[in-house]
């Protein structure tokens, strides 16, 4: 799958190896296997934190994983919070994404 990355006047494109819904059901289902649901963590620790080294999506690319969060507020597991750079935002996950 692809899609035009919108800051690029169709000059660029993403391609998707899995689509951010994919990573979307695998970051939550390793959020709450590891119990951190009701917890806030960095984009920096989803994407490269020591919980994470083992997981399919570590170092995921940051347009796809803003794009995963965008999913998971969408379907209200999950909420984001703005931080000074990218890396800093936040996202907490709720009991209800279980």
Partial sequence: DAEWDATSRKRKAIIYWRKPEDWA???????????????????YEIA??????????????PVVLQKTMDVLVKR??????QGATFEEMGVKFFNAGA
Avoid: C, P, R
Avoid at 34 to 43: K, R
Avoid at 76 to 81: L, N, Q, W
């Fill in 25 to 43: 059901s695998m970051i939550s289902s390793w959020v709450f296997e590891s119990g951190l649901n009701n917890s806030i963590l960095t984009f």
């Fill in 48 to 61: 490269h934190g020591d919980n994470s080294e083992d997981q399919e999506f570590y170092n995921i690319h």
């Fill in 76 to 81: 209200g597991i999950a909420a984001t919070f």
